[in-house]
């Protein structure tokens, strides 16, 4: 047996979640700008609650341009729109939601998991099959662990298991730790669509700092000699 050391990691990428879309006509137009400004992998789209049809159609508004710039288009729940709607995958609130999602979902699109409260949790989802674990993301009552408890988090688990991790970032600070700490992916979100330069400044703003903490990583976690599009979420059927 050779004891050859594992591939470095690829560089975090950018996952960015849209502001709950009620009228999309607006965030339409923007998104392709934005898309072309930044290092993004994913968007996670989230739809205001109404009915399948118009949630559907939203969903078929935004996937061809989130595809066309190189992401993954992912809905932030209703697994059952997924496919009708053109996305590439669902974001589920935890194992109970991925388990009864995997079905409709694999293994053509991605199933990615969060409200990982636990270690545990976190292992059972990996087991299930999750695409990617998120980890940090504020529960119903807007409650969510400190920066650092979620930076040991991702520390552990990009040391020891294989799906890729998610940070779910509230700041540009957050975005260079969790970025430092191991994530595969950042998310933001909020902070980027509340920043008085636009949206397009702090997004390019995020991507430049996930890419330094990551060039200053430890020794092992080397950038060098790996092209950061291998752990997109979207995977190879869907680019």
Known sequence: MSNKP??????????????????PAALQAE????LAAADVAAVLLRLKETDQRTMITR?????????????????????ELVARGGADGAHLPGIAALKEALPSLKPDRIAGVGG?????????????GADYL???EPDAKGQRPSSQAIAERLDWWAELFEP?????????????DFAASGADFVLVGEFIWA?????????????????KAFAAAPPGQDPEGQDPGDQDPADSEHG
């Open 59 to 79: 969903i078929k508004a935004f996937a061809p341009p989130v595809q066309k710039a190189g992401a993954a288009l992912l809905v932030d729940g209703y697994p």
């Open 134 to 136: 998120l980890f940090g």
């Open 31 to 34: 998104l392709p700008g934005l």
């Open 195 to 211: 920043d008085p330069r636009g949206p397009k400044a702090a997004l390019i703003e995020a991507d430049a700092a996930i890419k």
């Open 6 to 23: 594992p591939p470095p990691r690829p560089a975090p990428r950018l996952y960015l979640a849209t502001p709950v879309v009620d009228d």
């Open 164 to 176: 890729p991790c998610v940070g779910y970032a509230t700041s540009l600070d957050e975005a260079y």
């Open 116 to 128: 990982l409260t636990t270690r545990h949790h976190s292992m059972d989802a990996g087991e299930l």
